[in-house]
C-alpha cells in the first residue's frame, strides 16, 4: 500500500500530522507492507534565499495578522505539538525558502534516505533552529543521515531535481491540494490536515480492506459437534455450521 505525504519541511502541522502517521501505523496490522512517501509542496514560494527576517514576523506578513496573532498561532500548535512529543523552538526558527531541501530531499529518496533526511530537516527547523535554507547547512544535514556530503554539496550547486520537485507540485495541483499536510493512500483516497491517529488508522484500515476484499469459498454445509449439540437442544438458529445472531 502507497502512501505519499505532500507536505513543506518549514510547515507545522506537517510534523505534527508526520508525527500522527507514523503512530497510525505502529498499530496497523500490516505496517510492512505500506510504503510512505514525501511529495514536495511548498507554502511559500516567493521568500527569499537571504531573508532576515523572524519566524514570527514572517508569519504575520504572510497571513495579515498581527505580531501578537502571530506569536499566539505559534503558541497554539507549539502545544498541540508538544502532545506528540515534539518540543517547538518556533522563536528560534530561521525562516527559509525550502526549494533547495525539496531537492535534497529527491536526492535523498533515490539513496533510500528520505525518511530520515525529512525527520532531521524539520528537527533543524522547528527545534534547532538552523538555516536549512543554506546550502552548507544542508549539505550537513545530508551527511548526518549517512548521504555523501560533497554528492549533495554538488546536487544543491546544480538543478538536479529541479523537475522532480515541479511534478510533484503539479501532481498536488492535479489532486486539487492548496494546503498541506495532505495524505494520499493508493492514490485513491484523500485526508487533509494532520488528523488524529485514530482518524489515519481508519483510513489506513479501509483502504486496506478495500485493496484486499474478503473472498468467501464456497462449500457445502458443515457438520460435526456444534450441529449435533444445537439440534439436540432445539435451537433451529445454529446449524450447517454457524450460528446465527
Not at 24 to 42: E, I, M, N, P, Y
Not at 58 to 79: F, H, W
Not at 94 to 109: C, G, K, M, S
Request: one cysteine or more.
Amino acid at each position: 500500500m502507497q502512501v505519499e505525504v505532500f507536505s513543506d519541511v518549514v510547515c507545522p502541522w506537517c510534523y505534527i500530522g508526520k508525527r500522527r502517521l507514523e503512530q497510525a501505523l505502529d498499530g496497523f496490522a500490516h505496517r510492512d507492507d505500506v510504503t510512505v512517501t514525501f511529495r514536495s509542496f511548498q507554502l511559500d514560494p516567493s521568500i527569499p534565499k537571504d531573508v532576515t527576517v523572524t519566524q514570527v514576523e514572517r508569519l504575520a506578513e504572510k497571513y495579515g495578522v498581527s505580531m501578537a496573532q502571530a506569536e499566539a498561532m505559534n503558541a497554539r500548535v507549539s502545544g498541540v505539538a508538544a502532545g506528540v512529543g515534539l518540543d517547538f523552538h518556533l522563536d528560534a526558527a530561521h525562516p527559509a525558502n525550502t526549494f533547495d531541501a525539496h531537492r535534497l530531499l529527491h536526492f535523498a529518496a533515490e539513496h533510500g534516505k528520505q525518511a530520515e533526511l525529512k525527520e532531521r530537516l524539520m528537527q533543524a527547523y522547528f527545534m534547532r533552529g538552523e538555516d536549512i535554507g543554506d546550502p552548507e547547512s544542508l549539505a550537513d544535514l545530508a551527511a548526518e543521515v549517512g548521504l555523501d556530503r560533497d554528492e549533495a554539496r554538488a546536487v544543491l550547486a546544480s538543478d538536479r531535481y529541479a523537475d522532480a520537485f515541479r511534478e510533484d507540485v503539479s501532481l498536488a495541483r492535479a489532486f486539487g491540494i492548496n494546503s498541506v499536510p495532505f495524505f494520499v493512500i493508493d492514490r485513491k483516497y484523500g485526508i487533509a490536515g494532520a488528523q488524529d491517529v485514530a482518524v489515519l488508522r481508519d483510513a489506513l484500515e479501509q483502504a486496506w480492506a478495500t485493496a484486499h476484499p474478503l473472498t468467501m469459498v464456497s462449500v457445502g454445509a458443515a457438520t460435526g459437534s456444534a450441529d449435533e449439540a444445537a439440534d439436540a437442544a432445539g435451537a433451529g438458529d445454529c446449524t450447517d455450521g454457524v450460528c446465527r445472531v
